[in-house]
């Protein structure tokens, strides 16, 4: 790909991303959320949206949400951006989890596939669920200390933007 091709891509990214993700939080600080609860809100979103169990991500953060009366649009704007990064972080979060419970490593992989079906379905369903079992307990362990790290980072932020919007 050329270089104009790709600084092209680059100002189309920033665009979709300031358009979909960083305006609309930054519309919340003009409604009123505090950047403190936003910055929450969003830490708990990115987090969630990571755990490795498809499916699970929108339907957990509307239940902290709502239990911990955070922010909806901004933990569901955060969970969502994070798709990408959920599937990347499959694999590791189960390896972890194998480590920590001194198991052998699932066989997850595009070569394990034919093999794992080959093995019937009832093999697959076991060997995904243990798999999905494993990456929810090394999530579980990590979670809530990314959950306070980004809180930590995040809350400036939104606080500098805050102080920015009102000027």
């Known amino acids: 790909m050329n270089p104009r091709r790709q600084i092209a891509l680059m100002a189309q990214c920033r665009a979709v991303i ?13 409604q009123g959320v505090a950047p403190e609860r936003l910055a929450l809100s969003v830490a708990v979103g990115i987090v969630v ?5 498809l499916g699970l991500s929108t339907v957990l953060c509307v239940a902290i949400a709502l239990l911990f009366e955070l922010n909806l649009v901004a933990i569901q704007i955060a969970q ?5 990064t959920q599937l990347l972080l499959l694999i590791p979060f189960v390896r972890l ?8 490593p699932q066989a997850l992989s ?8 080959a093995g019937g379905v009832g093999h697959a ?3 995904l ?14 979670a809530p200390e990314a959950i306070f790290l980004l809180h930590k980072a995040l809350t400036p932020v939104f606080e ?3 102080a920015a919007l009102r000027r």
């Open 110 to 117: 595009l070569h394990a596939d034919p093999a794992l079906i």
């Open 160 to 162: 500098r933007a805050a």
């Open 49 to 53: 949206g990571n755990v490795p169990i």
């Open 129 to 142: 669920w243990r798999a999905m079992l494993h990456g929810a307990l090394a999530w579980l362990l990590v």
């Open 18 to 30: 300031r358009r979909r993700i960083a305006d609309p939080l930054l519309s919340l600080l003009t």
């Open 80 to 84: 969502a951006a994070m798709a990408p």
């Open 97 to 104: 989890g194998d480590w920590l419970l001194r198991a052998p």
């Open 125 to 127: 369903i076991a060997v």
